[in-house]
RNA sequence: ACUGCAAGUUCUGCUAUCGCCGUGUGCUUAUGGCGCAAGGAGGAAAGUCCGGACAGUACAGAGCAACGUACCACCUAACGGAUGGGCAUGCGUUUCGCGUGCAGACAGUGCCACAGAAAAUAACCGUCACGCGUUUCGCGUGAUAAGGGUGAAAACGUGAGGUAAGAGCUCACGGGUAGGUAUGGCAACAUAUGUAUCGGGUAAACCUUACGUACUGAAAUGCCAAAUAGGUGAAUGAUUGAGGGCGGCUCGCCCGAUAUUCACGGGUAGGCAGAUAAAGAUGGAUAGCGAUGUUCAUCGUAGAUAAAUGAUAGCGAUUCCGAAGAAAUUCGGGAGAUACAGAAUCCGGCUUAUGGACUUGCAGUUUUU
RNA sequence: GCCUUUGUGGCUCAGUGGUAGAGCACUUCCUUGGUAAGGAAGAGAUCGUGGGUUCAAUUCCCACCAAAGGCU
């Protein structure tokens, strides 16, 4: 664990039931383009504090193109862009999973996405502390 | 050289940084972690329209039903696909090329609006003969199917003979249909000859004939199996006993919730197999007109599961805009591997979507020899 | 990944081969002092797209496009 922007299969949000859970119980918030879902869960001893999941809907993107590249843009700058949430939540001994909702209906560039997408991750950071205090 | 048409091949390369997924291998604190190596999306991966492999279920055989296919031969694991041929038809630059189509309406049942006399064993008007009467004409009986403004379609066509009037009624020429014979061809069929016959269309209406097809799909199917709850059996403890049964009551008898431990079986989350070496690809030889077959050599080719194959920067094929120039080209700026599009058990086809680059063939135009 | 159904005026739906209709909505007129209701008249559809069968297709066949639903 020591490569700080790696993604790989342990730190995804994948099994089902987990994912059944935090749609269910979760709370959620929404922030142009995404809608985002969370839930904290303390008093519990996991290898990794963060787990991400990203989700395109089939509605509004019909061809599989579309949705791998959306998918692959949003999991790019997550990767860049996580290390300062993950450090704080281990520092609250803490584990969040986090889904995003890809809305809009254009399949917009990176350039563009990636100011949008860390608003979100600070946002999220904020609320994390929040329930902490 | 350019343009058009057809066929075929091919399309994210190199460097740096940060990452993802299998495989192999080494180290290690070993269901994990780290390092190294070699790999990691298409011609349609798409639509899910056909056909198979594979798996489970069903099944003596045969028939019915249902569904599919339909000129002939051949290829194939198989096909509704491909190849070669036949016939019909449309277009063109017409001894040829390109495209499209293909069982049966002489087995039976149905349907054919409007118009029209009539839409299928035709008879309203008409024509002709005979009889009667009120004799410029009408009525009745019979014959006939030449003519009749319709319609998508009108009862083989034209001419002649024939007749009371007419009619394939007869003849000549032509056309259709079904058998026969001869020749060529494996066959479909073609050519020639002669016989019989001539009352529409529709089978992507029911149907007939021939042939074929069991049903369900990898979320199939097989295996392992935590926690919790509950089932079965045994043991221990308690000696308490809710509740139920022996048709109503009492006694009596029987079952028995609840605690702990062990065992067994079902089975959820989850995991493993299925699952990636294949009716494989490339090249040569050979058989065949061809699809394709046989044989030899070489290669070893994604395997995820909320779903990998990416992001950023630079170079670069190409391309767009502006300026200079007769042109080649040069300079500046922009886009930059782009169109259509992303494996999900695997193959063979079909259909649909698509921007370039290259090769080959054919045709046309211009220039030079 | 697999399967099924549906596309008809602005909206909701009929229409089993013969030139497409109903209700609501829309326009004009009548009625009323005015509005609503009521009455009369009218307009509005290449029947999702493209081929085929047929004399003729919304209907039958094939391909494509779009929408909706189901299977864990």
Redesign the pocket.
């Known amino acids: 664990?020591?490569?700080?922007?790696?993604?790989?299969?342990?730190e995804?949000?994948?099994?089902?039931?987990d994912?059944?859970t935090l749609f269910l119980s979760g709370k959620a918030f929404f922030v142009f383009p995404f809608k985002v879902f969370y839930r904290l869960i303390e008093n519990e001893v996991v290898t990794e504090p963060l787990l991400f999941?990203?989700?395109v809907p089939k509605?509004i993107f019909?061809?599989?193109?579309d949705r791998?590249s959306i998918?692959?843009?949003v999991r790019?700058i997550y990767?860049?862009n996580k290390p300062e949430l993950k450090k704080s939540l281990s520092e609250q001994h803490k584990t969040l999973h986090l889904m995003l909702v890809y809305v809009d209906k254009t399949n917009m560039p990176?350039?563009e996405m990636e100011p949008l997408l860390i608003n979100v991750l600070k946002k999220v950071q904020l609320k994390c502390t929040e329930t902490f205090i």
């Open positions: 664990m020591t490569k700080p922007f790696s993604l790989s299969k342990s995804r949000l994948k099994s089902k039931k994912i059944d999941g990203i989700t509605k019909r061809r599989a193109v791998n998918k692959r843009k790019e990767r860049v990176s350039k």
